[in-house]
């Protein structure tokens, strides 16, 4: 993973843990690096840590869904691969993180609520960076790489008893 990437974590609303933008962070940090060519140039990207209230706006006027929901990932580009113009940095998106419905779907799912962030963001940071899972084979490969990306902090199958993406 190259050091050219800047990721911004921000603290918009919602009683995010101290340790929320560390965590944020880590997690967008193993994305990239698994699934961002260093090639492609430097990037950026944010994480927006916020509240059910700012989702549910977000998600009614950009998606038409007059609900709150998990993560919204917002790609700058439409390209599946990214790449930096003239030496600029490939400006990735933004993910965005509501505190209430990542809090209530950790409880109902029985998950650690930081193990569940966690999740979320790196599914985020995969769909700025084309992964998607509108069909059974786009699921699977983007599943498989999550479900590794999170045993690697000692994270468990989040698919493993509840077979549904992070956003539908």
Request: glycine fraction near 6%.
């Amino acid at each position: 993973m190259t050091s050219a990437v800047d990721i911004t974590v921000s603290r918009e609303a919602g009683d995010w843990a101290e340790d929320a933008e560390w965590l944020a962070e880590r997690a967008a940090l193993a994305a990239l690096g698994a699934a961002y060519d260093d090639e492609e140039g430097p990037a950026e990207l944010s994480v927006v840590l916020a509240d059910d209230a700012l989702v549910h706006r977000l998600n009614r006027e950009y998606r038409g869904k007059d609900k709150p929901t998990n993560v919204l990932s917002f790609a700058l580009t439409e390209a599946e691969e990214p790449e930096a113009q003239d030496g600029m940095p490939v400006m990735l998106g933004d993910v965005i993180l509501a505190y209430e419905t990542v809090a209530r779907e950790a409880s109902e799912q029985r998950k650690n609520f930081k193990d569940h962030m966690t999740h979320l963001v790196m599914h985020g940071v995969l769909h700025l960076l084309g992964y998607d899972h509108e069909t059974d084979d786009e699921a699977e490969e983007m599943e498989a790489l999550e479900t590794r990306l999170l045993a690697s902090f000692g994270i468990a199958d989040p698919y493993a008893a509840n077979h549904q993406p992070p956003d539908r």
